[in-house]
């Protein structure tokens, strides 16, 4: 079955303790993305990778880093997490950037108190 | 940056009834896709327009997209309460645009 994974599900950190959000797809896929959603925001991207070893910003990229050793593994990275980094993240998977279907994780809702 | 911006941000109707949602932005899009989110999972596909004018038809809903390439519509046709949840337009050129979406309930 074609799918996107993310772990955790849930989590709630502390200001400062450094998470790692992991994401895996086993459709080969080689365009991948990570979106927070927020109320009233819609999904905002955070970062993009368009191949292995090829990352790049999106729209709201302070705070976190990916990276991409493997074409399967997209993790997200959250060194020092702080209150307003609180939100549902989302990964995601494309066969190109635009225009063919985004296959989407279940989502990592994360709390940071 | 591309503004997508989608209307009504809530809707709220009884089972049977038809509605429409929109998508519009000032900029030209060369494809725009519309996915449904449901409670607790990620957005998912329905349907992707590429051509100005097109309407591609998936069941009971129709999604349009304007001449001009800056716009979409979605209808829905006797909306049933498993059409509740997220509905979400992206627009791409270089890279996809999600707007913030309509938050959809129909009730029994």
């Known amino acids: 079955e074609a799918q996107v994974t993310q772990n955790p599900r849930y989590l709630i950190t502390v200001t400062g303790k450094k998470l790692t959000v992991t994401c895996s797809q086993n459709m080969n896929h080689e365009y991948m993305s990570w979106y927070r959603q927020d109320p009233g925001l819609g999904l905002r991207q955070i970062y993009y990778s368009m191949n292995v070893e090829v990352t790049d910003k999106g729209d709201v990229p302070e705070g976190y880093k990916v990276s991409r050793k493997e074409k399967r593994n997209f993790p997200l990275i959250l060194e020092s997490p702080s209150p307003n980094q609180t939100s549902l993240y989302f990964c995601?998977?494309?066969?190109?950037?635009?225009?063919?279907?985004?296959?989407f994780g279940q989502g990592t809702r994360l709390t940071v108190v | 940056t591309q503004l997508l911006e989608q209307s009504p941000q809530f809707l709220s109707i009884q089972e049977g009834e038809n509605l429409t949602v929109y998508c519009n932005s000032s900029?030209?899009?060369?494809?725009l896709q519309w996915y449904r989110q449901e409670p607790g999972e990620g957005p998912v596909l329905l349907v992707t327009?590429?051509?100005?004018?097109e309407v591609k038809k998936l069941k009971r809903l129709t999604f349009q997209f304007g001449d001009a390439r800056k716009d979409s519509s979605l209808h829905i046709t006797a909306a049933q309460p498993g059409d509740t949840g997220l509905y979400l337009c992206a627009g791409g050129n270089n890279d996809m645009r999600f707007g913030a979406g309509t938050r959809l309930t129909v009730k029994p």
């Open positions: 327009v590429v051509t100005g004018g």
């Open positions: 900029s030209v899009f060369s494809s």
């Open positions: 995601a998977s494309s066969r190109d950037r635009v225009a063919t279907e985004a296959f």
